[in-house]
């Protein structure tokens, strides 16, 4: 079975604070994403990475970076955490763009 | 971009009975996968279908890609299938961006 591994289910920090979220999977996949999660928002889609590093902004890149330096790590980067990115963070990954895509569990972060 | 509507946006079911789901899109894709997501927030792979029907247990998926519809049927309802059911899709040669539309949440009561 595919896994996608992301390193913190739960986190609470300070506002300013910078923020490192990792995510790991197992499958050699070349496409790595990493969604946010809001009530009423849905999801949307923050940045994706097509193989080692490379990166494309999503829908709503500002106030965050990532960094893919191997094909199995997408680590998602909050420079200086607000209040407003209070959220939960999803991590996939894929083969290829005709392909299924498989989630990690979450990471739920709270910035106050 | 791509518009992705799924309705209802709320249903609940009593234990055991049958429901429909519904995703609309806007264009013409080249994937389209079924999630459930838990109560924990964990989103589970159902289906990836494209075109055709499929089915995994109680669960079946049908899309119409001539019409821009796909239907997901869960039959004889149980408690642990409540969560948030999300369809997904992505258009456009070469695209990588996965759309999501905004879930139909299910309560299944005993």
């Known amino acids: 079975d595919v896994k996608v591994t992301q390193s913190s289910r739960y986190l609470v920090k300070r506002t300013g604070e910078k923020v490192f979220l990792e995510c790991v999977q197992d499958?050699?996949?070349?496409?790595m994403f990493w969604y946010r999660q809001d009530p009423g928002l849905g999801l949307r889609l923050i940045y994706f990475?097509?193989?080692?590093?490379?990166?494309e902004k999503g829908d709503i890149p500002e106030g965050y970076s990532v960094s893919r330096e191997k094909k199995e790590r997408f680590s998602l980067i909050l420079e200086s955490a607000s209040t407003n990115q209070t959220s939960m963070y999803l991590c996939a990954s894929r083969t290829g763009v005709g392909n299924t895509i498989y989630f990690g569990e979450g990471s739920w972060l709270t910035v106050v | 971009g791509i518009q992705v509507e799924q309705s209802p946006p709320d249903l609940i079911l009593q234990e055991g009975a049958n429901s429909t789901l519904r995703c609309n899109f806007s264009d013409s894709v080249n994937n389209l996968q079924w999630f459930h997501q838990n109560p924990w927030g964990q989103l589970i792979n159902l289906f990836y279908i494209p075109s055709g029907t499929k089915q995994n247990g109680r669960l079946s998926a049908t899309t119409v890609a001539t019409e821009r519809y796909s239907l997901l049927y869960i039959s004889s309802s149980q408690t642990t299938d409540s969560g948030v059911y999300f369809c997904?899709?992505?258009?456009?040669?070469?695209?990588?961006?996965?759309?999501f539309g905004k879930g139909t949440k299910l309560s299944v009561i005993p």
């Open positions: 499958m050699d996949h070349e496409n």
């Open positions: 990475s097509y193989d080692v590093k490379m990166k």
């Open positions: 997904a899709v992505v258009s456009g040669a070469g695209s990588y961006q996965l759309t």
